[in-house]
């Protein structure tokens, strides 16, 4: 298993749709700066039972308090060959400001969307600033010794989901 370099990752997007839109500004020697998306979920209970709240950040940003948990997603939508996985890494940055991306970074040869992420504030005294459009991880590509038999698409709950998505069991939300 090898990891693409950045012009593997060029040719890919370029030809394949590896990733949309794709900038060259958010290429990287051997990955690629995502953005994060305009649509947060927020945990929280309501006289419903409803878990979850959804926060849209086009006008505002949001302020993400110690200790919070929060599902949030990318802006750019991948396509990951049956001949590929990826790797979802927080920012660096991010993490050194106490942003942690936790539980399931990985992505399936052939899925197809934008993927979820679970993210927390680990600080204790201090907030987080997030907003619509600001890098917030990078995708590392890997190449499989061969193409998978079963892609994500035949099986995957999240194929094709374009925003921040809850979980889901058998294909119904839990």
């Known amino acids: 298993m090898a990891t693409l370099s950045d012009h593997q990752i060029k040719f ?24 994060l998306g305009r649509t947060l979920k927020t ?6 039972g409803e878990r979850w709240f959804s926060y849209h950040l086009e ?18 939508l991948v396509r990951i060959p049956e001949d590929m996985e990826c790797i979802f890494q927080l920012k660096s940055s991010l993490a050194r400001d106490g942003l942690e991306h ?7 040869p052939g899925y197809f969307g934008s993927p979820t992420l679970e993210l927390v504030n680990v600080n204790r005294y201090h907030s987080i600033k997030l907003s619509a459009g600001m890098l917030i991880g990078q995708l590392r590509f890997c190449r499989l010794e061969a ?24 294909g119904c939300v839990i």
Do not use: W
């Open 12 to 35: 890919h997007a370029e030809r394949f749709d590896l990733i949309k839109p794709f900038e060259i500004s958010q290429l990287n020697p051997a990955s690629y700066d995502v953005r």
């Open 43 to 48: 945990e929280g209970r309501n006289s419903y």
């Open 59 to 76: 006008h505002r940003p949001y302020i993400m308090e110690p200790g919070e948990f929060l599902l949030a997603h990318i802006d750019e």
């Open 102 to 108: 936790c539980l399931a970074g990985y992505i399936d």
């Open 147 to 170: 193409p998978c038999e079963t892609p994500y698409g035949v099986n995957g709950h999240y194929q094709g989901d374009t925003s921040v998505q809850e979980a889901r069991i058998n």
